[in-house]
């Protein structure tokens, strides 16, 4: 049979039983396997590494947790999910577990890349990573508070308005500036008191 027959579907195509079977794509990464696996590299760090190391590593940490549950927020889909699913559970691992194969004296004071050395160079990653992360995190807290901001008002439309929250200083709709008083000061200047 020629190629032509075969390129419109006619006869046999070529491929093998294994070949023509459809290839199963993995589940995502659970909440509990995210916080899971970022607790290892946490564990893994603990009095291996120095401080600094594992001050950073707590800090992807603690953003991964608080984002872990909050993920589907972010769209099937999101770029940013994927962040953090990766940071978890792939860019963070890989970048420790290479620190942690390194004898220390060389790690922590060889120079390796452009003036630096491989404790440098784990620290620049793990801030990047943190900071990385840590934008999504803000990103997706300001889309709740705007969701929240966004209800409060359409109940503020159909109920009307009932709120006797309002900060001092402060009109309803809108945050105090800074310098505003707080609650218990009065607005004016302070008194002066003679000696």
Known sequence: MGWWRRLLGGGRTGRTEEEARPVSIP?????????????????????????????????????????????????????????????????????????????RDFADRRVVDRGKTSLMILCDQLDLLGATIDKISDAVSRADAVALVAHGRFLEEKFGTTSALTLPGATPGTLPGPGAPGPGTSSGPAPLEAP
């Open 27 to 103: 589940a995502p990464p659970t909440t509990e396997q995210i916080v899971t696996s970022v607790d290892a590299v946490l564990a893994r760090t603990s009095g291996k590494a120095p401080a600094a190391v594992t001050a950073r590593v707590q800090r992807v940490a603690e953003t991964v947790h608080e984002m872990a549950p909050r993920l589907d927020r972010l769209g099937a889909g999101s770029q940013q999910a994927h962040t953090v699913v990766a940071t978890a559970t792939s860019y963070l691992p890989e970048a420790v577990d290479a620190y942690l194969r390194l004898p």
